[in-house]
């Protein structure tokens, strides 16, 4: 008998698998996973709608016992005071419908209108408090889990399809290197691999165009020659997947910002080197200067 628990355990684990890996069941992995992340969050979040629930219904219980027992309100009114808020217990039961149910303070009107305008105006308070303020902050915090579950989805999804490509780029890469292509590339070899139909799908995936293609390629040419490896373009396509991380950005402006201080120091560096070359040619120009003056005192005067 246990044998036989096992294995139905085991398919059922199976069929987890497959519920996890099949794309119409995302949305149930996000909502499991929301719900699952989001435990904790919710059990604090019952303990304190219990507190406040708690403070509240004892509050109001003490409130209108008062006029419970007075003779003077109408019979009606007493027994729908009681009937809502005579004991612990149904004072609890009113605060929860007055919290959760939307509009469930408005039967209460009758507090402010028929008994005391203290209790109604501790109604507005406690709706405002707890019903407004509180219950939607902890519907925004759910809200957050439930993003946060799809955005990691998302980002599993995402590390399949990396999987997969650095599969196919392995692939692809000892097939290149069985046909001799894996070395160099021109642009025509380049534009053939980039009809295969698992490559148009990746640069779609990463939202690449034919004229970007061929910018980076010209990009990966640094010495002109036309000629490209083919896995280098590999390469900079697995780094385009996902968004854009800081740690990217700030590299990048780094990098930038020592590239523009090494071009500056090379103009400081030219402009001293041009001013050297002119000093020099100064030089050897004053004697040549210095002797036609010695031979004629006015070499540049016309004699008549």
């Known amino acids: 008998y246990s044998l036989l628990r096992l294995m139905r355990l085991v398919r059922l684990m199976k069929v987890f698998r497959v519920v996890r890996v099949m794309k119409f069941c995302r949305s149930l992995r996000v909502l499991i996973g929301a719900v699952a992340a989001s435990m904790g969050a919710l059990m604090w979040s019952m303990i304190l709608l219990f507190s406040l629930g708690l403070v509240g219904a004892m509050l109001f219980a ?19 005071l009681w009937g809502r808020f005579g004991t612990w ?8 419908e007055i919290t959760m149910a939307p509009g469930g303070f408005l039967a209460y009107r009758r507090l402010h209108e028929e008994v005391s305008p203290t209790l ?11 019903t407004f303020a509180v219950v939607r902050i902890i519907t925004a915090i759910f809200l957050k889990e439930t993003l946060s579950a799809t955005q990691r989805d998302d980002c599993r999804i995402l590390e399949l399809k ?10 692809l890469g000892k097939m290149l290197d069985a046909e001799g292509s894996l070395d160099l590339m021109n642009i025509e070899e380049f534009h053939a691999c980039l009809k295969f139909p698992q490559m148009r799908e990746w640069l779609a995936d990463v939202e690449v165009t034919s004229t970007e293609a061929d910018r980076l390629f010209y990009a990966l040419d640094e010495e002109g020659t036309g000629e ?4 280098e373009f590999i390469a900079a396509l697995l780094k385009m997947d996902g968004p854009p991380k800081t740690a990217d950005s700030v590299l990048l402006f780094t990098e930038c910002r020592s590239i523009l201080h090494r071009i500056k120091q090379l103009e400081v560096n030219a ?4 001013r050297k070359e002119h000093n020099c ?14 031979i004629d005192p006015r070499p ?5």
Do not use: C
């Not at 003490?62 to 729908?80: A, C, G, N, S």
């Not at 217990?89 to 929860?96: G, V």
């Open 62 to 80: 003490h409130m209108v016992t008062p006029y419970i027992e007075d003779d003077r309100y109408d019979l009606e009114l007493r027994l729908f």
């Open 89 to 96: 217990f149904r004072a609890m039961f009113t605060i929860f």
């Open 120 to 130: 109604g105006a501790f109604l507005i308070v406690y709706v405002a408090a707890v």
């Open 162 to 171: 990396q999987r997969d490509r650095e599969d196919y780029a392995a692939r």
């Open 228 to 231: 490209i490896a083919f896995m």
């Open 271 to 274: 402009g001293k080197s041009r």
């Open 281 to 294: 040619d100064h030089r050897q120009q004053r004697p040549a200067l210095l002797k036609m003056n010695s």
């Open 300 to 304: 540049w005067e016309v004699r008549l």
